[in-house]
């Protein structure tokens, strides 16, 4: 289950790196920019993976509990947050 996180992680990476490598033909202020949005990157990072990681048990807890009521809504909770 690790590897998707893994290959999602390096193309964020990649895709950041790009974007700097572009920005540095723009100009100093844009590169600047660029490293000002990265922590909040971090930040939304680390509250999608927390979030999804707590989902993901307890939804595997309700199915192993067979639980279809409350699957149902970890499901509809799932979708309102994606």
């Given at each position: 289950?690790?590897?998707?996180?893994?290959?999602s992680f390096?193309?964020?990476?990649?895709?950041?790196?790009?974007?700097?490598?572009?920005?540095?033909?723009?100009?100093d202020a844009?590169?600047?920019?660029?490293?000002?949005?990265?922590?909040?990157?971090?930040?939304?990072?680390?509250?999608?993976?927390?979030?999804?990681?707590?989902?993901?048990?307890?939804?595997?807890?309700?199915?192993?509990?067979?639980?279809?009521?409350?699957?149902?809504?970890?499901?509809?909770?799932g979708w309102?947050?994606?």
């Open positions: 289950m690790a590897a998707p996180l893994i290959v390096w193309m964020r990476a990649a895709v950041t790196f790009i974007d700097t490598v572009y920005a540095a033909i723009i100009g844009a590169v600047a920019s660029i490293g000002l949005t990265i922590p909040l990157e971090f930040i939304m990072i680390a509250f999608w993976v927390g979030l999804s990681t707590g989902l993901t048990s307890a939804l595997s807890r309700a199915m192993g509990a067979r639980q279809g009521e409350r699957i149902r809504q970890y499901l509809a909770a309102r947050v994606v």
